[in-house]
Every structure is written in structure tokens, then in C-alpha cells.
């Protein structure tokens, strides 16, 4: 699988954008995603991960609250909805693939094997 992430752009301090993290092969909705972000000179973070049919979704505490992570295995769609936008926030995102048909949240980079190419979030204050 392949995936493109979308959706980054701009946004004041408050507000909202969503990502989407689109990928392409038939069986998608047997992997298991999760979303990264990477703020310059820092780690690659976790923010948010998803089972594969949706049972389970996680959260950084960081983001807890104001983002949501949901998919449509039949658009081959994951979205990260996030809403109350801060400075702290800006970072490039990324999603991650693996395949797994577990109830278990991959929350780990290295528990992904598929990436995309990243959308940059700009948060101003």
C-alpha cells in the first residue's frame, strides 16, 4: 500500500483543520494507521493511531480532546480532525500503515512499515 497525506495548510491559533491520509491498494481496511508530526529539531511524535476496523483509536494527551482519527475503509480514507489549533501544534504530518488486524493500538514509529510523504501544519499565534 501507498499512502498520500493532505489537508495541511495554514490556520490561526483556534482554529481547525483535517488531514487525509489516502491510500492506494485493495486491502486497506486491514492496516492498522497512525498519524506522526515533526516540529523542527525535534522527534518525530506520535499523535494519534487507529484500528483497522475502527474499534480502537488513541491519542497523545498533548492532542487528547481536540483531535479526532476516524476512517472510511471504503474510500481508502484515514482523517485526523483537529480542532483548538495552538502554535505548538506546527509541525509536518505524517501518516503510517502497517498491516494488522489487531484490537492493539500501534502508538510506536517503528511499529509502522508504510509512510507517506507528510503535509505541513503553520499554526500562528
Known amino acids: 500500500v501507498q499512502l498520500q497525506a493532505s489537508g495541511g495548510g495554514l490556520v490561526q491559533a483556534g482554529g481547525s483543520l483535517r488531514l487525509s491520509c489516502v491510500a492506494s491498494g485493495r486491502t486497506f481496511s486491514r492496516y492498522a494507521v497512525g498519524w506522526f508530526r515533526q516540529a523542527p529539531g525535534m522527534e518525530r511524535e506520535w499523535v494519534a493511531s487507529?484500528?483497522?476496523?475502527?474499534?480502537?483509536?488513541g491519542y497523545a494527551d498533548s492532542v487528547k480532546v481536540r483531535f479526532s482519527i476516524s476512517r472510511d475503509n471504503a474510500k481508502n480514507t484515514v482523517y485526523l480532525q483537529m480542532n483548538g489549533l495552538k502554535p505548538e501544534d506546527t509541525a509536518v504530518y505524517y501518516c503510517?500503515?502497517?498491516?494488522?488486524?489487531?484490537?492493539?493500538?500501534?502508538?510506536?514509529?517503528?511499529?509502522?512499515?508504510?509512510w507517506g510523504q507528510g503535509t505541513q501544519v503553520t499554526v500562528s499565534s
Open positions: 503510517a500503515a502497517r498491516e494488522s488486524t489487531s484490537s492493539l493500538l500501534l502508538i510506536s514509529a517503528v511499529m509502522y512499515d508504510t
Open positions: 487507529i484500528t483497522w476496523n475502527s474499534d480502537n483509536a
